[in-house]
């Protein structure tokens, strides 16, 4: 390029460049004052509103900084949704008005700042006044929202109806949503619905790493023959009473659930519970039903028990001791009742079921289930014992309990040599993790549109600030959502509700009992039909390969009965207890 076609394209650039018409450029080199403005948006409930774009006008006409004279780029609120505007004036009583506009909100226009308060000079020595805002923004149901509440309603009917594979539901679901925000949403704002910053930061990683942790603990612990030695044991405790052997095995699977999380359980104890079936000659389904539905109960006494009650723990704060200490009771009166129930509706199957040779049977099952490896079963305990622990005291120590899973991991990877790359094919259910992920994108961009605060308007208003009525429409809600759709998802869209009813029912005084209403609705409605909970649909999967399909009508005959002696309990339990 010749150097006079340099010459005329730079001075065209600088052109380009040079400061447009504006209270600024009129005003920067005759201030005698200066005018500083700060304070927060927020929506109406107090929620911060980041990335708000604010414009200030100074007697009718708009100030741009000095910085942002080339683009005209006004202002925009901080993550946390405050803001500090600095306005060099001649008149330091000249009139200021602000416009501030966020997609999903509805726009204030020439907001009036009242009054600035002298506030000395700054270290140039410029005299300064200064005033704090607290504007608030209400919501609107925009393009954003009803493409963002059209795409979550798609992937729950995609999940419930089976269309698709869970996790590539989700998957298309939160790619959807980016997709749109870059292509539609470049051209027409009214159209973005989330930033790739905002997705990833709405990605709950300690619920991710949570279930990774445990994964590659059960994972290692299974090289030992642990779980066949408890199935074995189970068996010999029983006597060959068939009635007593299933109410062990339901009681068995509950405590597991409450410590290895419900799916793990019956990733492990389906396999061992059909060749325990088949020993005896009776159909395995007897044994499974109850069991998938003593995972689910179980799994809701703890934080690490049932996926939902991971997601409420990280989302609300909440200890292990909190889980233990208020759901943990209630979830011991329901398994008796369960087991109860589950000898009566399988009286005929298990009263059919005789042993004649006891002796004989317990001795092939010794044979076939043993400890396999007593030292590396001693470093499991030993590890998990230690991870259950820093469970108990993780609140106190302000760690979050993905650490003390991992942690957990990796220690026994260490101490028992065993191959990483091997448990990280086998063991970890990347296609869960990954749904996780994608769901937790898919409710933050709801969040984002503003569909979770209209949810929660809703219900708010439905309860009338009653926090009875709370807890009940909180309970009964769930449990109806949680048994059509995987508990799972619904969890996810219910948790910003949860939180905002929290904040804003009278007479809670800082109790839970929201969350802990939310978190048995959803685990134990999760028992009312095939797809309402992840355990039900690995037992039905694995059931069904081995040859004993269970069928959707079958698991609702079952499965309904215990949900509803379920929420009556929960419902009990939490009026007498919880809200005393």
Same mark, same amino acid.
């Given at each position: 390029m010749s150097f006079r076609g340099f010459s005329a394209s730079a001075l065209l650039f600088l052109l380009l460049l040079s400061p447009l018409p504006s209270y600024a450029s009129d005003t920067a080199q005759r201030a005698t004052a200066r005018l500083i403005l700060g304070g927060r948006v927020a929506d109406v409930h107090g929620k911060p509103i980041g990335n708000a774009h604010i414009k200030i006008r100074v007697n009718g006409e708009e100030f741009i900084a000095e910085r942002a004279k080339a683009t005209r780029e006004g202002f925009r609120s901080s993550g946390d949704g405050n803001f500090y505007i600095e306005i060099p004036v001649a008149d330091p009583a000249a009139a200021v008005e602000m416009d501030v506009a966020n997609i999903g909100f509805k726009a204030v226009e020439r907001y009036p700042v009242a009054k600035f308060h002298p506030a000395g000079t700054?270290?140039?020595?410029?005299?300064?006044?200064? =005033?704090?805002?607290? !504007?608030?923004?209400?919501?609107?149901?925009?393009?954003?929202?009803?493409?963002?509440?059209?795409? $979550? @309603? !798609?992937?729950?009917?995609?999940?419930? $109806?089976d269309l698709l594979h869970r996790t $590539?539901?989700?998957?298309?679901? =939160?790619?959807?949503? !980016?997709?749109?925000?870059?292509?539609?949403?470049?051209?027409?704002?009214?159209?973005?619905?989330?930033? *790739? =910053?905002? =997705?990833v930061s709405k990605v709950d990683f300690n619920v991710v790493f949570l279930l990774l942790g445990m994964m590659i603990i059960v994972g290692v612990m299974k090289q030992t023959g642990v779980f066949e030695w408890l199935a074995f044991k189970s068996f010999h405790l029983s006597g060959g009473n068939v009635f007593r052997l299933a109410a062990i095995l339901i009681v068995v699977t509950a405590i597991l659930s409450a410590f290895l999380n419900s799916v793990t359980t019956m990733l492990l104890l389906v396999p061992v519970t059909i060749g325990l079936a088949v020993a005896l000659k009776i159909n395995p389904v007897v044994f499974l039903m109850p069991e998938v539905l003593a995972s689910n109960i179980g799994g809701t006494a703890t934080l690490v028990g049932d996926p939902p009650n991971m997601m409420i723990g990280s989302y609300a704060g909440l200890t292990w001791n909190d889980f233990m200490s208020n759901l943990t009771p209630v979830i011991a009166i329901i398994?008796? /009742?369960?087991?109860? &129930? &589950?000898?009566?509706?399988?009286?005929?199957?298990?009263?059919?079921?005789?042993?004649?040779? /006891?002796?004989?049977?317990?001795?092939? $099952?010794?044979?076939?289930?043993?400890?396999?490896?007593?030292?590396?079963?001693?470093?499991?305990l030993a590890i998990l014992g230690g991870?259950? *622990?820093?469970?108990f005291i993780h609140g106190k120590l302000g760690m979050e309990p993905c650490i003390a899973a991992l942690g957990g991991a990796v220690v026994l990877l260490v101490v028992s040599r065993e191959n990483i790359?091997?448990?990280?094919?086998?063991?970890?259910?990347?296609?869960? @993790?990954?749904?996780?992920? &994608?769901?937790?994108?898919?409710?933050?961009?709801c969040e984002e549109t503003g569909l979770i605060q209209i949810a929660a308007d809703m219900v708010l208003t439905l309860s009338q600030g009653n926090l009875l009525v709370g807890v009940a429409l909180v309970l009964l809600v769930s449990a109806v959502i949680s048994a059509v759709v995987d508990n799972i998802p619904y969890t996810a869209t219910l948790l910003p509700v949860v939180a905002y009813l929290s904040q804003n029912t009278p007479d809670i005084?800082?109790?839970?009992?929201?969350?802990?209403?939310?978190? !048995?609705?959803?685990?134990?409605?999760?028992?009312?039909?095939?797809?309402?909970a992840s355990a039900n649909v690995v037992t039905v999967g694995l059931s069904e390969k081995q040859g004993y399909p269970i069928s959707f009508v079958y698991f609702m005959k079952i499965g309904i009965p215990v949900t509803i002696?379920?929420?009556?309990?929960s419902a009990i339990w939490l009026y007498l207890v919880e809200l005393r």
């Open positions: 700054g270290n140039d020595g410029v005299p300064q006044y200064v =005033a704090s805002l607290k !504007l608030s923004l209400e919501r609107k149901a925009g393009a954003a929202f009803y493409i963002s509440a059209s795409i $979550l @309603l !798609l992937v729950y009917v995609a999940i419930a $109806l $590539l539901a989700a998957m298309m679901g =939160a790619v959807a949503m !980016l997709f749109i925000s870059y292509t539609a949403g470049s051209l027409y704002p009214e159209y973005f619905i989330i930033s *790739f =910053a905002s =997705a398994l008796v /009742v369960h087991v109860l &129930m &589950m000898c009566y509706l399988y009286r005929e199957e298990y009263g059919a079921a005789r042993v004649t040779d /006891v002796e004989s049977l317990e001795k092939k $099952l010794r044979a076939e289930c043993g400890i396999k490896d007593r030292r590396l079963l001693m470093f499991c991870v259950i *622990f820093l469970f790359v091997t448990h990280l094919e086998e063991d970890v259910e990347w296609p869960t @993790l990954v749904f996780f992920i &994608m769901l937790f994108i898919i409710i933050g961009a005084h800082g109790s839970g009992v929201l969350w802990w209403a939310l978190s !048995l609705g959803a685990c134990l409605g999760g028992n009312a039909t095939l797809v309402g002696m379920s929420v009556a309990v």
